[in-house]
């Protein structure tokens, strides 16, 4: 079992700011994207109802595959607009960047209209880290 701290790993830290650093989630109102920490969360990202229950969420917790969660800025951004095509390697490399740097890379939305996006996964010291951001959705 892998030692668990309850200070996330400076390291990954400073990857995922730097990977996640001036990229939004774009929906009607694009928010960043911020370094999320849970310690004592898992060796792996768990269910959607258990992960409601680490965050104290109120109401259903959903899970999204990653690759869905970044498919509008990568696959699917739209290749006439120029700025949008300027960052797409930078989604794909973030998107990358979470794959292979957590365990059981997860995303989870809970809430209506104001809906909280967290993509995390285990940081193999038996915490959970990612990023978060917030989607808004009328």
């Given at each position: 079992m892998s030692?668990s ?11 995922l ?61 739209d ?50 880290a ?9």
């Open positions: 030692e701290s309850t200070s996330p790993d400076a390291g990954l830290r400073e990857r700011e730097r990977a996640a650093e001036g990229l939004t989630y774009g929906s009607e109102s694009d928010r960043p994207f911020e370094f999320f920490f849970l310690p004592g969360g898992g060796e792996r990202a768990p269910g959607a109802e258990a992960f409601g229950r680490l965050i104290g969420a109120e109401g259903r917790v959903e899970e999204r595959d990653l690759d869905d969660f970044f498919m509008r800025h990568a696959e699917t951004s290749p006439y607009d120029t700025e949008a095509q300027a960052l797409r390697p930078r989604y794909e490399a973030l998107r990358e960047l979470l794959r292979t740097e957590l365990r059981g890379t997860t995303v989870y939305r809970t809430g209506r209209i104001e809906v909280q996006c967290y993509v995390v996964g285990g940081d193999g010291r038996g915490n959970l990612g990023v978060r951001t917030v989607a808004i959705e009328t």
